[in-house]
């Protein structure tokens, strides 16, 4: 499975953005699938994840309440719809893909495919 991400870009403190990650190699049949973020001089970190069905989703802490994964498996697509953004927010945006256990599925390294990023920045 390759994955694209795309939909960063710069934005101001309390505004939106929508990222869109789709799968231009192979599907996301089976896949749980996810958003990790890395900000500069910081260890990447789990955002959220969406199991295959879509009905269950799980977020971070600190993005609960302000972001929304989603995904439509027909068109091989997962999205992130962040709103009002932080500048803490800011940093690279990687969606995965993978089949982690329900205990593990913040663990990036049980994501076996990764897109390339888009980066996000929010200023204040």
């Known amino acids: 499975v390759q994955l694209q991400a795309s939909g960063g870009g710069l934005v101001q403190a309390g505004g939106y953005l929508k990222l869109s990650c789709v799968a231009t190699v192979g599907t996301f049949s089976g896949y749980t699938m996810g958003w990790f973020r890395q900000a500069p001089g910081k260890e990447r970190e789990f955002v959220g994840t969406?199991?295959?069905?879509?009905?269950?989703?799980y977020y971070a802490d600190s993005v609960k309440g302000r972001f929304t994964i989603s995904r439509d498996n027909a068109k091989n697509t997962l999205y992130l719809q962040m709103n009002s953004l932080k500048p803490e927010d800011t940093a690279v945006y990687y969606c995965a893909a993978g089949r982690p256990i329900l205990t593990a599925i913040t663990n990036g390294g049980l994501y076996n495919y990764w897109g390339q990023g888009t980066l996000v920045t929010v200023s204040s």
């Open positions: 969406v199991r295959w069905s879509g009905s269950a989703t």
